[in-house]
């Protein structure tokens, strides 16, 4: 399996295996679905398995839903030390975050946009295994005990992890509050919220900070992300997101694919259509430039989350 298709710890994707070795608890090994082919590490023939699968935060291997320890290093995938792995790595991502935001790098900033859910996926895989541990906590270690009591306590209010006050004033002391108060109004007047997903949400709020804060560039990427994310779930409501046997994993579809999809079920009129694909190609720009950096202005940023609040609109409208 190349490393491009590879989950990251607790995102769970669809692949297709396979069948002997997922049977047999042998470590995973992905095939092709559509071709009978030989398995690369038991050299049977087969056509595979769809499961969904994770990676183990200990070794980093493929991981079912259904293995209650690591085929490849043997680790139980429940009980303290592992949820000690989950809460390591949810940790860190929280902290890369905290640190580009502090080090005002927003050229490494943008490059994490891309992989921003992964605080998400971690924490809702630690809430999940949370729940499989049952009510009673039997953890010794009473550093991670009150960590896991904390995120169990939590009602999905990521802000109170994320950045707390003290921080808040602390990190953006460079920039001048009149602006941000008045960017911060201009913020509140776009705000939908008909959308029933964290991760909605988590993109929303995301956009919010960088625009408060003047990260426009950052902002536009986020609104790519954010169109992403609520068109998957409009085709999604519609029943017109289907799986494809080429696409190895469901929410690999991009963003174009999706934009071709609402073309052809009519799902966005045109004019939006036009929007959204503008959007996309201002993100573009940002992340691959072509030849000189780009700077979005902050009218620039304003219009791209009208734009893209308006798609939304239209789209649940
Ligand atoms: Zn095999
Ligand atoms: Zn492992």
């Keep these: 399996m190349s490393e491009e298709i590879k989950p990251s710890i607790g995102e769970w994707i669809e692949v297709t295996v396979c069948s002997f070795c997922l049977e047999s608890r042998r470590s995973l090994e992905v095939v092709n679905s559509s071709n009978q082919t030989k398995c690369r590490s ?49 940790k860190a991502k929280i902290n890369e975050i905290r640190q ?23 924490l809702k895989e630690l809430k999940d295994a949370l729940s499989r541990e049952g009510p009673v906590l039997k953890i010794n270690d009473p550093v991670l005990k009150k960590e896991l009591q904390k995120i169990r306590e939590e009602e999905t209010s990521r802000e109170d ?9 602390d990190i953006f002391d460079w920039l001048d509050p009149k602006d941000i108060i008045y960017r911060e109004r201009e913020f509140g007047a776009l705000i939908v919220g008909q959308s029933t997903s964290s991760i909605f949400y988590h993109c929303v709020n995301e956009i919010r ?41 469901l ?45 979005y202005s902050e009218e620039e940023a304003l219009s791209t989350i009208k734009d893209t609040f308006s798609i939304l609109e239209e789209l649940y409208r």
């Design 251 to 295: 929410d690999e579809r991009n963003l174009e694919g999706l934009l071709r999809e609402c073309k052809d079920n009519k799902v966005l009129p045109r004019k939006f259509l036009e929007k959204a694909h503008s959007v996309r190609k201002k993100a573009n720009s940002i992340i691959h430039p072509k030849d000189k950096p780009i700077k």
């Design 161 to 169: 992890i994320d950045f707390d006050e003290e921080d808040e004033v």
């Design 209 to 249: 900070k960088c625009y408060i804060h003047g990260l426009f560039n950052a902002t536009v990427v986020f609104c790519r992300a954010l169109l992403e994310v609520g068109l998957r779930e409009a085709l999604k409501k519609r029943g017109l997101y289907k799986t494809n046997e080429k696409v190895i994993y």
């Design 100 to 122: 580009l935001v502090k080090g005002k790098d927003e050229d490494r900033l943008l490059r994490l946009v891309e992989e921003l859910s992964q605080e998400e996926e971690i």
């Design 42 to 90: 038991c050299k049977k023939d087969t056509r595979g398995t769809i499961v969904k699968v994770s990676v183990c935060p200990f070794c980093y291997n493929l991981i079912t839903k259904f293995d209650t320890e690591c085929r490849s290093c043997r680790k139980l995938l429940k009980g303290e030390e592992y949820l000690w792995a989950l809460l390591k790595h949810y």
